[in-house]
């Protein structure tokens, strides 16, 4: 599999990608991560790949064509199942989308900022819009990057023992219950003792 990510702030999630299980999954072969600083596909002298809205609305928006640019250059390297962008307005990512996205190929993922996009980008060029709730964040890096991180994690061997990846919570539409560790007593808490009964 292979998650291609395009931002204006690509340090923001590089961290997140070189560590712990994300990190173990690209060191088997197992995914593969592409970052996209969007600068790198402005024709602007300054590299801006943001401008005003028309309306006199506050705010920047990204512009259509630094994003064309990043998504035409990828999709002339491979095919992708989706192009993502990242929204407060999108469908709520949940686990059955991460195992959906998870059997996919090729992802990439558009990182929101500032007041959005340049709303023809959603009608032309994405093919899902993906929000993780109802707040605002100031852009959509720690979105794809929690995005990765429930995708890999369900990818068969990303993880060492793949039950657990199954027996997560909302893996089946519920909580997991309660989890328990050793000492079996801590300053009189106790753990349940039909989990030590065998």
């Known amino acids: 599999m292979r998650i291609d990510i395009i931002t204006v702030l690509p340090e923001i999630i590089e961290g997140a990608l070189h560590t712990s299980i994300l990190k173990r999954a690209q060191d088997k072969g197992l995914v593969e991560f592409g970052l996209h600083n969007l600068r790198d596909y402005s024709l602007d002298k300054h590299r801006r790949v943001d401008d005003y809205p ?58 929101g900022h500032y007041k959005g996009v340049d709303y023809r980008v959603r009608e032309h060029l994405i093919t899902r819009e993906i929000s993780i709730g109802d707040f605002v964040l100031t852009g959509g890096e720690l979105v794809a990057a929690m995005i990765a991180d429930a995708v890999v994690r369900v990818i068969p061997g990303a993880i060492g023992d793949e039950q657990s990846a199954l027996s997560d919570s909302f893996q089946d539409g519920l909580l997991a219950p309660p989890v328990y560790t050793r000492p079996a007593e801590y300053n009189g808490w106790k753990v349940p003792e039909v989990l030590l009964s065998g």
Not at 73 to 101: M, S
């Open 54 to 111: 028309f309306g006199g609305e506050a705010g920047m928006v990204l512009q259509i064509e630094p994003i064309d640019r990043a998504i035409s250059y990828l999709k002339a390297q491979r095919n992708y199942d989706e192009v993502i962008f990242t929204t407060p307005d999108g469908e709520q990512f949940t686990q059955a989308t991460a195992n959906e996205f998870s059997l996919m190929q090729n992802i990439i993922i558009l990182c």
